[in-house]
């Protein structure tokens, strides 16, 4: 079957850096997206990765390594406002998206 | 990016009547959109994938009877819940795929949240 794994909850500290993993185990393999979603609206695109390596955005970055079936998603200078929840979704090769159940950030003063 | 829109943001109904939910892709041709429903604390799940002028995809477990979707435009895609009952209530979010520059983006509509009586 189709599996992706990332940690149900994490904490941090605002200002510091956070590190939320995801390995996956899917039919194919055509891309790895990163989502923030904050309670009750809908996900926001992060990030795409489809090629081995780091992308960097601004305070986010994420890495991908396709031979591990692994990816992070690396948050830095934290702010209160990050607090959300994380999705990690692969694109299968027959091209549809399947999700990860997400991982909650906290970040405390 | 690129802006999908949802409307209603939210609706309130009586149990058994229909509702339909529209979705539509602002500034670019989606060819493929997506229906999610969200459940408080977990996971988003896809409802069915909808191709612009053929019929729906679903997912197993999800009533193709129930969950009417419509592609008509490459624009649009309307959900229509049909004699919703209150274990429908839900958060229903669309999403339209874009092919720019050889990479997948999806982007995502703002949701809408059923309540039913």
């Known amino acids: 079957g189709q599996n992706i794994d990332q940690p149900t909850e994490m904490t941090a500290t605002e200002g510091a850096i956070v590190q939320i993993n995801c390995t996956y185990q899917t039919s194919g393999f055509n891309g790895l997206f990163w989502y923030q979603q904050h309670a009750g609206e809908a996900p926001t695109f992060l990030s795409y990765?489809?090629l081995d390596g780091l992308e960097e955005k601004g305070r986010f970055s994420s890495f991908l390594s396709r031979s591990k079936g692994y990816s992070y998603l690396l948050l830095k200078e934290l702010q209160m406002k990050d607090s959300a929840s994380y999705l990690c979704?692969?694109?299968?090769?027959?091209?549809?998206?399947?999700w990860g159940a997400g991982t909650k950030l906290i970040i405390k003063p | 990016g690129a802006v999908v829109s949802q409307h209603p943001s939210w609706v309130i109904c009586k149990s058994g009547t229909s509702v339909k939910i529209e979705c539509r892709s602002l500034d670019f041709q989606a060819t493929t959109m997506f229906w999610y429903r969200q459940f408080p604390k977990q996971s988003l799940m896809l409802m069915a994938t909808?191709?612009?002028?053929?019929?729906?995809?679903?997912e197993q477990g999800v009533e193709k009877d129930k969950f009417l979707i419509n592609h008509a435009s490459l624009t649009l895609s309307t959900l229509t819940v049909t004699s919703a009952h209150p274990e429908d209530s839900s958060f229903y979010i669309c999403?339209?795929?874009?092919?720019?520059?050889?990479?997948?983006?999806?982007?995502f509509g703002p949701g809408t949240r059923l309540t039913v009586l």
């Open positions: 999403s339209a795929r874009e092919l720019a520059g050889g990479l997948y983006e999806q982007f």
């Open positions: 909808s191709n612009e002028g053929s019929k729906a995809t679903y």
């Open positions: 979704a692969v694109i299968d090769s027959n091209y549809q998206l399947i």
């Open positions: 990765n489809v």
